[in-house]
Nanobody, 123 residues
């Protein structure tokens, strides 16, 4: 069982930036780590993912060019969010999968989840 802990959420004005982090208890068995978000009344949305061992990156259309995923240590993934808008307000979740070859875009393919961190963008 892999435990994931997110941090870095908060309140920011539109146009600002935030950096989220996700610390994993163990990444040895993981093939993918990803970020999803869920706004009130909406489905969980794919934000981005990284193939952990080789660094391939994947992004959702709504965040391309504004958000960047990085891996700076063997156990921590980051999500740098720039040019934030009110539409980015959501709970952001870190997710991980030990299964090779999944569709990274589907939340059902990730068995491990963090508790979520709230990001609120004010106008």
């Amino acid at each position: 069982q892999v435990q994931l802990v997110e941090s870095g959420g908060g309140l920011v004005q539109a146009g600002g930036s935030l950096r989220l982090s996700c610390a994993a208890s163990d990444t040895f068995s993981l093939y993918y780590m990803g970020w999803f978000r869920q706004a009130p009344g909406k489905d969980r949305e794919f934000v981005g993912a990284i193939r952990w061992s080789i660094g391939n990156l994947y992004y959702g259309d709504s965040v391309k060019g504004r958000f960047t995923i990085s891996k700076e240590t063997e156990n921590t993934m980051y999500l740098q969010m720039n040019s934030l808008g009110t539409e980015d307000t959501a709970v952001y979740y870190c997710a991980a999968s030990p299964i090779w070859g999944i569709s990274v875009f589907s939340s059902t393919n990730y068995p491990y989840w963090g508790q979520g961190t709230q990001v609120t963008v004010s106008s």
